[in-house]
């Protein structure tokens, strides 16, 4: 504010903005003037010059303070711009509700792995259902004992299916059907 402002606004007795000079005064100079207008029976009085300047100064003030704020506090209105930029990206693309899926199902996938993991189990980074270190000790016998079952099946019908087909091959007597029986199997 200019030193003329300054002595020409203090120099009236009225003048409610005389203490006006920095922004928390502004209140303060609001007030009076409700004041003044309550007194005067609700008169409104016209802006003067140096009311004006004030004014003027304050929002200049006020201008130049809030910039400097902003400007000081990049990073965080950086990630607030980052994030709305990205929102009407997504909106516009029409990825909003794919992200929301994709939100769903992470959360899903975080309390399927808890729950599989009270269990014994985890996913490995291939996909394949592995143990954890607990459940390994704690079904370890159970697994090998129902792998062994599984494996010993196997073994067994692959042997049924040989033996099958020799005694078919042993019963046939045409060429063509030995072939037949025999080819799938070798």
Known sequence: MTAAATSACATCEAC????VRRPENLELAIARQDTLTTKMTKESRPLTQEQRKEFVQLLKDAKERILSALSNRHYKRSEKARAAAM???MASLGATKLHEKVVAASEELRDSEKALKSLGFRVDERGAVV???EGEGK???QFNEQRDTIMDAEVESARK???LAILNVLATESVEEAKGI???LV
């Open 16 to 19: 409610p903005f005389e203490n």
């Open 87 to 89: 929102a009407a990206l």
């Open 131 to 133: 143990f954890t270190s």
């Open 139 to 141: 079904y370890e016998d």
């Open 161 to 163: 299916g040989y033996e």
């Open 182 to 184: 025999v080819e799938p």
